[in-house]
Nanobody, 114 residues
Framework: QVQFVESGGGSVHFGGSLNLSCVVS????????MRWYRQAPGKERELVAG???????FYGPFAKGRFTASRPPNQNRLFLEMTSLKVDDTAEYIC????????WGRGTQVTVSS
């Protein structure tokens, strides 16, 4: 059974920083793709960042230059360092793992106030 433990969300002021963490268990392999998505109320879920098992990263356009995703080698753990946070970054941040199909965590709330 695939299980997620997400942490690190919270409330910060504009310009602040937060670090998110996701640990997923239940996979036999560490070769899965892991991603962060986010969803704000009334908006569609959107990709924040992803990391392949080899360490290659990719980002949504709003995340480039402000967010950094990372992943320890051979581990199904995913981190997201977020800096220069904006009010528009307020959303539920949801960890995703992909191996033949998508698996989703419950999410962790990030709230940025002006």
């Amino acid at each position: 059974q695939v299980q997620f433990v997400e942490s690190g969300g919270g409330s910060v002021h504009f310009g602040g920083s937060l670090n998110l963490s996701c640990v997923v268990s239940g996979f036999d392999s560490t070769g899965i793709l892991m991603r962060w998505y986010r969803q704000a109320p009334g908006k569609e879920r959107e990709l924040v960042a992803g990391v392949f098992d080899g360490g290659s990263t990719f980002y949504g356009p709003f995340a480039k230059g402000r967010f950094t995703a990372s992943r320890p080698p051979n581990q199904n753990r995913l981190f997201l360092e977020m800096t220069s946070l904006k009010v528009d970054d307020t959303a539920e941040y949801i960890c995703n793992a992909y191996e033949y199909r998508d698996y989703w965590g419950r999410g962790t709330q990030v709230t940025v106030s002006s």
